[in-house]
């Protein structure tokens, strides 16, 4: 089974600082992350996601995440947060090559960009 | 159009109504999805369509009502629904188990 947990449900930065939003997950098996991004009053947008090779991906809009193994972990960053950056951020995971097409998703996380 | 497209984006309805949800994925996915968003809650996923066929009911209430008449529409039919089921209704797809899900941008349904 695959949960996910993801650390403080708002976080509040100011522009041009880093962003970091927390992922902690756990799997029984490999599994596959992702990261979802929500603006108000629309549906869900991919930002990154993490299959199989190098921990560190990239996604759109700048932002990137590194998955830890050893801390069951796939943390979000951005080094210099925009105002348009302003958002809910969802963590999900899914089990993946033995995946029933399930993904799980946190709570998500609401980031504040002050100006 | 492009990508998944859900109508309407807005719906209001009373307890005694029957409504039905739309959506249409133009990306050749052979999986569909329907998620109910709530205030304050997780994403729940509620019903999983690989090739025209149900592969998940995550105990939903029986007054949804999934159907998927080939794999690029899925609709929730919706009848004599209560004021808790008011949430964003969100309809995803994906290329198969291995790919990452895209998403609609949802209808907002609210019961009275």
């Known amino acids: 089974a695959q949960s996910v947990t993801q650390l403080g449900s708002h976080v509040s930065v100011s522009e041009g600082a880093l962003v970091l939003l927390r992922c902690n997950y756990s799997?029984?098996?490999?599994?596959?992350l992702f990261w979802y991004v929500q603006y108000p009053n629309q549906g869900l947008q991919l930002l990154l996601k993490?299959?199989?090779?190098?921990?560190l991906v990239k996604g759109i809009n700048g932002f990137e995440a590194e998955f830890k193994k050893s801390e069951t972990s796939f943390h979000l960053t951005k080094p210099s947060a925009h105002m348009s950056d302003a958002a809910e951020y969802f963590c999900?995971?899914?089990?993946?090559?033995?995946?029933?097409?399930?993904?799980?998703f946190g709570s998500g996380t609401r980031l504040l960009v002050r100006p | 159009e492009t990508g998944v497209t859900q109508t309407p984006r807005h719906l209001v309805m009373g307890m005694t109504n029957k409504k039905s949800l739309k959506c249409e994925q133009h990306?050749?996915?052979?999986?569909m999805y329907w998620y109910k968003q709530s205030a304050k809650k997780p994403l729940e996923l509620m019903f999983v369509?690989?090739?025209?066929?149900?592969?998940e009911n995550n105990s939903v209430p029986s007054r949804f009502s999934p159907e998927c008449p080939n794999s690029s529409h899925l609709f929730l039919h919706l009848h004599t629904l209560q004021p808790e089921d008011s949430a964003l209704y969100l309809c995803?797809?994906?290329?198969?188990?291995?790919?990452?899900?895209?998403f609609g941008p949802g209808t907002r349904l609210t019961v009275t």
């Open positions: 995803a797809s994906s290329q198969d188990r291995n790919h990452e899900q895209y």
């Open positions: 799997s029984s098996v490999p599994p596959y």
């Open positions: 993490y299959t199989t090779g190098a921990t």
């Open positions: 999900a995971v899914s089990g993946g090559m033995d995946s029933s097409y399930k993904l799980i």
């Open positions: 990306l050749g996915h052979n999986a």
């Open positions: 369509y690989n090739f025209k066929e149900q592969t």
